[in-house]
């Protein structure tokens, strides 16, 4: 399995963001997705996560009402839509891929991840 994160860039404050991960093989859709981000010297964090099918879907406090994560199972991709951007969320995004069919928190959970997009908001 490889997943291949896109749509990372340079972004002023209060702009918008469109992350997308697609994933090579089967059964995309038998597993959770979930995105983590890693700013410079910090430790990476949860963002966000959804079900296999879509249906659920659950945010870190930091990010909840302005990110919205989502899904299409046909195409093998998970989105992750980011307004309101502020310069706290400069950080190098993952994507990644847990056996967890709900979804998950936690990053030890995820089996594959992705190589990281680099997302830069300026104040």
């Known amino acids: 399995v490889q997943l291949q994160a896109s749509g990372g860039g340079l972004v002023q404050a209060g702009g918008s963001l469109r992350l997308s991960c697609t994933a090579s093989g089967r059964a995309f859709s038998n597993y959770g997705m979930g995105w983590f981000r890693q700013a410079p010297r910090k430790a990476r964090e949860f963002v966000a996560t959804i079900s296999w099918s879509g249906d659920n879907t659950d945010y870190a406090d930091s990010v909840k009402g302005r990110f919205t994560i989502s899904r299409d199972n046909a195409k093998n991709t998970v989105y992750l839509q980011m307004n309101s951007l502020k310069p706290e969320d400069t950080a190098v995004y993952y994507c990644?891929?847990?056996?967890?069919?709900?979804?998950?928190?936690?990053?030890?959970?995820?089996?594959?991840w992705g190589q990281g997009t680099q997302v830069t908001v300026s104040s």
């Open positions: 990644a891929r847990t056996p967890v069919d709900s979804g998950s928190y936690y990053a030890r959970e995820y089996d594959f």
